[in-house]
């Protein structure tokens, strides 16, 4: 019930995942008399179940409050589900916050994670992506939590991704060790220090989307200034220049000769394709999608969530966390 195209994009998503992947169950979890007939139609496959859940966690409301005072919503009885024991993995397009709050209350972190990170998945223009993190959970970390994040990207992108040996870099002013605050500087020795991990070293934010690394570290607030700068500047750049090729009739004409590629181009920086990213260090799996994710968006993410199942992900992320913590 999360997001602002809810509960359409949540019922019809499922509906196109359920339908790709003949072994996936999904939950909807919803006050079933608010959703619509012709919606609810879409959501008697076999493989759909629907769990009551009478209230809803808008956006703008305090995470921690809304958590404790809302038992029966959606959001809360979806980590409720994992807890139980009844479902894999979860996934929201609702208040970022009180995700993570559930997430903290109901099913605690990954043994020897001291923050969790929320991830983002970025296109680039070379290689398959960029997984940034973190980018909102945490805005004051230590240089051991960043670290953290390191193993913890480095190891979702290898299990789900397949990336054999993925580059992990830290977000900072300049490439030079000795650049930015303490907080990187520090962070910065950490990850030079583990043989296990391909750190490739600082990389400026204008190098970010250029495919030098797989996994980008940083601190919460600037994780989240770097995604939402980059999603609307995307955004507003392709608007400019679908004006410019549907103006005069010469335009036109030359727009319909690119379209393919345009639109190639297009979906390749459409957050949408990406799908939701998951909030890493939790003891369970949960995903966050964009709070304008469509259907597309939450096809994806139940596909990556049922991925992330099936390698065990969680299981190589808690022993390189104890091997870290011992070094």
């Known amino acids: ?23 996936v169950t999904v939950l909807l979890v919803g006050d079933r008399a608010s959703v619509p007939d012709n919606l609810m139609a879409m959501a008697t496959h076999a493989r759909i179940e629907w769990v009551q859940a009478h209230e809803i966690i808008e956006a703008a409301e305090s995470p921690v409050q809304a958590v404790r005072q809302k ?5 809360v009885r979806t980590i409720a589900l994992v807890r139980e024991g009844l479902a894999d993995a979860a996934i929201s397009a609702g208040n970022t916050g009180a995700l993570m ?22 296109p680039s223009f070379a290689g398959w992506g960029v997984l940034l993190l973190d980018v909102g959970a945490n805005l004051e970390p230590r240089p051991y939590q960043l670290y953290q994040y390191g193993i913890m990207g480095a190891i979702y992108c290898r299990e789900v991704y397949g990336i054999d040996n993925p580059k992990v870099a830290l977000l900072n002013v300049g490439v030079e060790a000795e650049k930015g605050p ?16 391909n750190f490739v070293g600082n990389l400026e934010p204008r190098e970010l989307l250029q495919g030098q690394a797989d996994v980008v570290v940083t601190e919460g607030f600037a994780g989240n ?13 392709f608007r400019e220049v679908r004006s ?34 998951p909030l890493l260090g939790l003891s369970q799996i949960v995903y966050k999608c964009h709070g304008s994710s469509d259907e597309r968006a939450f096809y994806r993410t139940v596909l990556r969530a049922d991925d992330y199942c ?11 966390i104890q091997e870290g913590r011992e070094a």
Do not use: C
Request: net charge positive.
């Open 71 to 75: 038992s029966d919503s959606s959001l």
């Open 244 to 277: 410019a090729l549907l103006g005069s009739l010469r335009q036109k004409m030359g727009a319909w000769l690119v379209k393919d590629g345009f639109q190639r181009l297009r979906n390749r920086w459409d957050y949408q394709e990406q799908g939701g990213a």
């Open 1 to 23: 019930m999360g997001g602002d195209l809810a509960p359409h994009a949540a019922i019809r998503g499922t509906q196109l995942a359920v339908q790709a992947r003949e072994d």
């Open 182 to 197: 303490p907080l990187m500087r520090d962070a910065y020795q950490l990850f030079k220090q583990d043989a296990k991990l």
């Open 101 to 122: 709050a559930a997430g903290l209350f109901g099913l605690g972190r990954l043994t020897g994670i001291e923050r969790p990170a929320l991830s983002a998945i970025l």
């Open 225 to 237: 200034v770097a995604l939402k700068a980059i999603e609307g500047a995307a955004r507003d750049i």
């Open 310 to 320: 099936r390698h065990d992900s969680q299981s190589r992320i808690r022993e390189r």
